[in-house]
């Protein structure tokens, strides 16, 4: 396996190369030498040991001083099913899961032709703009950034500070129920500062969630981006 220079630093290829085998089976419960690794991978000693110690932050790997590098039991992602009613909180409820958003940070910003045009108001129309972080069991798993129109929802950073839950804060503020529009899924590598928030490797990856939610008459209350971490949840998408 050679790992050719396409613009991607040669370790997070090798990280890359060496995740993917370890969830095939390939290597057991150890890694082989880095001599062997080196050799695989095209590279060198160097370019694999950084690699091995970004998976050992990650909690992939754990080195043992005379005995190797050996993998750790896989943990189970979280399960996210994502279909017309796609709440977070809920979903955990069923799950037996504890989870709670907290709010980061909060502004009132101007919609630009972006934001205009997926909550359809009018450029330049008032939003509040919310940077929040929902945690499962006391494990972070995500970082989103939502934007609401400033004179439909006027109270729903308080709202969204008391509750942990846009559900509920929107039913604080007269809206019973809504649904999902639609999501686009992309993935991408983690941006310093979400990883920062998220405590987690700053190599890893994010599914990264760009949904519309909608009212029952078809209006649009919400056009948020989520990044969700790879390694800890993953998204079902149902009918």
Known sequence: MNVMDDGISRWRRVADG?????AEGSYGDRLP????????????????RRAISALSDEGVLRAERGRGTFINEAQSRITYPIGTRARFSEN?????????GRLINSERVAADRT???LLEVKLGAPLYKME???????LPVSRSTAYFSAERFPGIIAAYAE???????????????????????????????????LHCAPDS???????????????PIQAIRTRFLADRIELVFKP
Do not use: C, W
């Open 18 to 22: 060496l995740r993917a085998a370890i």
């Open 33 to 48: 030498p880095e001599t062997e690794l080196a050799k695989e991978f095209g590279v060198n000693r160097h370019t694999v």
């Open 92 to 100: 955990m409820m069923r799950q037996s899961l504890e989870s709670a």
């Open 115 to 117: 934001q205009a045009a």
């Open 132 to 138: 929040k972080m929902t945690v499962v069991e006391g």
């Open 163 to 197: 509750t942990g839950s846009v559900t509920r804060a929107l039913k604080q503020l007269g809206l019973d129920d809504y649904r999902r529009r639609e999501t686009r899924l992309t993935a991408e590598r983690i941006s310093p500062s979400d990883a920062e928030f």
């Open 205 to 219: 990856l994010v599914l990264v969630s760009n949904a519309i939610d909608v009212d029952l008459d078809d209006v």
